[in-house]
T-cell receptor, first 110, second 115 residues
Framework: QKEVEQNSGPLSVPEGAIASLNCTYS??????FFWYRQYSGKSPELIMF????GDKEDGRFTAQLNKASQYVSLLIRDSQPSDSATYLC??????????FGKGTRLSVIA | GAGVSQTPSNKVTEKGKYVELRCDPI?????LYWYRQSLGQGPEFLIY????????DSGLPNDRFFAVRPEGSVSTLKIQRTERGDSAVYLC?????????????FGEGSRLTVL
């Protein structure tokens, strides 16, 4: 069974610090990975996707993928209180539906 | 509308009743997904449509759950003989292409409470 594992947190970081969110997956064939942000009571929204090993940067966000270790991470630089949310990691194998982790709750303290 | 629309936003029902949840995807999106999310958990896949047909229904928990998308646009998730364990937020999402190739756009969800 395909599984995506995340530490549920909460992860607390001070404003301006780097937040590091981690995710591991069980299906070695998974090819694409997505990070969704979900504010309390709201629906998930995509913030990053990554297909290749290495780093991918978009503004304050960096996604990292290591397929050998089956590990995906999301770094948020200069964390802001508005980044406080639950971050969901999801993986897909080819054109199969996304499998989501349970999410990590991030709290950025002003 | 511009986004994925789900109705009702809230539904309270009694154990054993029948429930229908509706999803109107973004215009032009061929793929439509149903997920459900319980408190403190990530979205759990239920079923995925490509056009009118169910491309993958492996996530439906049992035969009380059924979904249709007769014209390739609006979809209805149907739950028969509801049980208290069915209580969750049911999320619908759509995407322009298949699930692994692009962004899923989620609706605001239908919160189902079974008493």
């Amino acid at each position: 069974q395909k599984e995506v594992e995340q530490n549920s947190g909460p992860l607390s970081v001070p404003e301006g610090a780097i937040a590091s969110l981690n995710c591991t997956y069980s299906d070695r064939g998974s090819q694409s990975f997505f990070w969704y942000r979900q504010y309390s009571g709201k629906s998930p929204e995509l913030i990053m996707f990554i297909y290749s090993n290495g780093d991918k940067e978009d503004g304050r966000f960096t996604a990292q993928l290591n397929k050998a270790s089956q590990y995906v991470s999301l770094l948020i630089r200069d964390s802001q209180p508005s980044d406080s949310a639950t971050y969901l990691c999801a993986g897909a194998l080819g054109n199969t539906p996304l499998v989501f982790g349970k999410g990590t709750r991030l709290s950025v303290i002003a | 509308g511009a986004g994925v629309s789900q109705t009702p936003s809230n539904k309270v029902t009694e154990k054993g009743k029948y429930v229908e949840l509706r999803c109107d995807p973004i215009s032009g999106h061929t793929a439509l997904y149903w997920y459900r999310q319980s408190l403190g958990q990530g979205p759990e896949f239920l079923i995925y449509f490509q056009g009118t047909g169910a491309a993958d229904d492996s996530g439906l928990p049992n035969d009380r759950f059924f979904a249709v998308r007769p014209e390739g646009s609006v979809s209805t998730l149907k739950i028969q003989r509801t049980e208290r364990g069915d209580s969750a937020v049911y999320l619908c999402a759509s995407s322009l292409n298949g699930p692994g190739t692009g962004e899923l756009f989620f609706g605001e969800g239908s919160r189902l409470t079974v008493l």
